[in-house]
């Protein structure tokens, strides 16, 4: 048997993240996972980018992850947001954020999660106390004496001090300690693709609010932008029959005109959407991050920077009481994370429940409420500003990483 201080199952973009925090902070880690890498950097394997927030950008600058990146993310100069019909003129009421106001450079970046997963691997190839097994699932987790012994799909057992759950919406490992969560469905799905269209973006990301959901444009590298296009759980699956000219046409029909003819290029992808909430984040030697912990909406894209968050506050729990001589898998040091982001993910996993149930419909009065709503808020300076703090995650007790500083 394999020993390690800690083991994390789940070798995605939180916990390929988690891994290079506590690698670099002196930790010997092993993380499996049953996509091997060559699968997981394929265009065809997710065709989803994330809008990563000021905040975890200067996380991943703190681990030297963003050099790999930089070169093919777009920055955010622009939000805005309007409130529209299906073929009909938007309401006058609209909301605007710009980064000039935000005084900052941008007020994101875009970044393909093909590009991340890149930059991930190629960082955490390079530190040899982390140890990357795939594939091979994690299938088994029991305690024993004064640590935790994993099982992986490979034959392979380890024991370590610590084990951590990345591993997803679905979170075998949760399943495996007895973690329960409240879970539902929004009875929409996420339908995600690529578009090219004509005119620059000039950097800017539009919502529109339509009855289904809401339909996202987000600039990416190039006249590329990427769509997330909430869609009702009943029509979304006969937009992915379509055609290649009759998905365009649905296209057209939600973006507008004002990049000129777009159309969708490659493939498309799609996403049952849902909201789950860990009931508790942690137990003696274990403890959930990103979305195993937490499924949001992705209304505002603030899953992944969630996760980050997550994996900032863990990798700094475990590795001050590491340099203490303190046991990282005592329940009282994993029940300060429990503490810390819990309740943040529980404000951040309503606040976006709250604003898809408030948009994604056409019943009059709420219409008027938030078109009264938006109207305010684009009229107030501070209200504007509170707004962007949140989107760029710079609210709260910041971990040590999202600060820029070293973990
Ligand atoms: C349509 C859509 C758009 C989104 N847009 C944004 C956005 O703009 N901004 C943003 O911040 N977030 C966004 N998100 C959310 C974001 O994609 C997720 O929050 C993020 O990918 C979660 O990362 P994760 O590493 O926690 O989980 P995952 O990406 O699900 O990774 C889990 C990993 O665990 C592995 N695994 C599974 N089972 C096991 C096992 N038994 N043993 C070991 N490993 C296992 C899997 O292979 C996988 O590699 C969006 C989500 C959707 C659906």
Known sequence: MKSTDVIIGGGGMVGLSLAIALAKGGLDVVVADPVPQSAATDAKFDG??????????????????????????????????????????????????????????????????????????????ALPNLRLVAPAAL???????????ATLANGETVKAKLA??????????????????????Y??????????????????????????GPFAILPMTGNRSSLVWTERDSIAPLMMQLDAPGFDAQIARRFGSHLGKAKA??????????????????????????DSAHGIHPIAGQGFNLGLKDAAALSEIILDAARLGLDIGNLAVLKKYE????????????????????????????????????????????????????????????????????A
């Open 48 to 125: 989803r980018v994330c809008a990563l927030s000021y905040a975890s950008v200067r996380m991943f600058q703190a681990l030297g992850i963003w050099p790999h990146l930089e070169k093919d993310a777009q920055p955010i100069n622009d939000i805005l947001v309007t409130d529209s019909r299906l073929n009909g003129e938007p309401s006058p009421f609209s909301l605007h954020f710009d980064a000039a106001e935000a005084h900052a450079a941008a007020l994101g970046h875009i970044v393909e999660n093909r590009h991340t997963r890149s930059g991930l691997f190629a960082v955490a190839s």
């Open 139 to 149: 299938t088994d987790l029991k305690l024993e004496g004064a640590g935790i012994v």
């Open 164 to 185: 951590i759950a990345a591993d997803g919406r679905e979170s075998p490992m949760r399943e495996l300690m007895g973690l329960g969560v409240v879970s539902w469905s």
């Open 187 to 212: 009875a929409q799905w996420g339908i995600v693709a690529t578009v090219e269209h004509e005119k620059p973006h000039n950097g800017v990301a539009y919502e529109h609010f339509l009855p289904a």
């Open 265 to 290: 290029a490659g493939p498309r992808w799609s996403y049952p959407l849902n909201f789950h909430l860990a009931r508790g984040y942690v137990k003696p030697r274990f403890a959930l991050a990103g």
């Open 339 to 406: 503490r810390w982001r819990r309740f943040d993910s529980l404000v951040m996993s309503f606040a976006m429940d709250g604003l898809n149930r408030l948009f994604s419909n056409d019943i009059a009065p709420l219409r008027v409420l938030r078109d009264v709503g938006m109207g305010i808020v684009d009229a107030v300076g501070p209200a504007r500003r509170f707004f962007m703090r949140h989107a760029g995650g710079d609210v709260g007790k910041l971990p040590r990483l999202m600060k820029g500083e070293a």
